[in-house]
């Protein structure tokens, strides 16, 4: 049966002290979701002092990355990309570790990169449905997500979003050019260079347990700079088949 499975989607998990939360995220992450995928799971655990590790393991992840200590988020979804691409993944799907994301839904956040329609996807809050998002969140998340939408010139509903897709090109050719943070900078960097996004709605439940990391003040002081970084940097271009089927450059 596996001999069939000639594609693989690889899905990761930025994990810090999640000890919690973490294991029933793997043990939901469906293995069986098409016949021509193998699923693998792979924890980045960015130097968590808790049972991470043990639980992630128990429930079932095929690999654990371990940093000696705590990078940060960036760099740890920097290297589930890197991962992803070592073991052969022709698609790369993050989720959060926390279990607000809905891992049933991993297959409905991949089929518009397996069907060949984008290179780049979101789990989509706001597109979906949100339960115990506070106040403060919810405006934070409209600023940021307005703010990159004015940047693109491109509407985004959820630009913070904890889960989201990526075509194997778009694994190979993401930077993410600080280690705090992924979510703004990663989208950036990937619409600039011509990745086509794509939201699918999903469902989105608040944390019960544990803490968000986000403290606004360090947040918006990494974050921040980081985006007007990457705006500076030049766009660069993605390397699309032109319609005799050779390779080209596209400049964006
Ligand atoms: N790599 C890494 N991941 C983190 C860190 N802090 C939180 N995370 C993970 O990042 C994800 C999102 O974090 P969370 O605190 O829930 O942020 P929020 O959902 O935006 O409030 C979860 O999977 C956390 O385990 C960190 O310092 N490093
Ligand atoms: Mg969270």
Redesign the pocket.
Known sequence: MNAVRSKKLVVF??????EGD?GDVISRIPRDFHPEYAVQVVV????STDG?VAVAKKAGADLVVS?GT????????REGLAQSCSLGADIGLM????N?YPPEQIPDVVAPIREGEADYTFGSRFKGRIHGMRLH?RLGNYAFTLLQSILLRKWIYDG?S?MRGFSREAMERAEIIHDYNY?QVLTLNLVRKGFRLREVPIDYR??TR?????KMRAYLSAVLPAICREMRRPAGSRKVPNRSGKIQETLS
């Open positions: 998990i930025p994990a810090h002290n999640e973490i980045i655990d960015d130097g991470t940093f705590n990078r940060g988020l960036g760099a740890a979804v989720i959060d570790a926390d607000e969140r913070q904890g979510a608040v944390r544990g803490q968000s990391f986000i």
